[in-house]
């Protein structure tokens, strides 16, 4: 059994509709490996952006949304993530 730490910095699109917009998210990750597996349950995030600088920029724009967004595009590249670095099987 080993705990990792991996401290990330993943740069994710959101499309606005008018506008591209490139959000550098940083996350730290903390995971259980054995057997050099993923335990199931073990896997803890902590994400980090600019939210400020969003809010002022395109005030009108729905920061509920944002944060979803920003969150399912995190989660899709910590798979990808933990996939490339067999921490987890690839999807079929």
């Not at 993923?38 to 969003?54: C, G, H, I």
């Amino acid at each position: 059994m080993i705990w990792m730490v991996e401290k990330k910095v993943f740069q994710i699109f959101i499309n606005l509709g008018f506008e591209r917009v490139k959000i550098p998210v940083r996350v730290k990750l903390e995971f259980e490996v054995k057997e050099g597996n993923l335990v199931p349950d073990s896997l803890t995030k902590t994400m980090l952006y600019n939210r400020q600088l969003l809010e002022r920029r395109y005030p009108d724009l729905d920061q509920a949304s944002l944060q979803r967004s920003v969150e399912r595009k995190v989660e899709g590249e910590i798979q990808t993530y933990l996939q490339k670095h067999g921490f987890i099987e690839q999807e079929k």
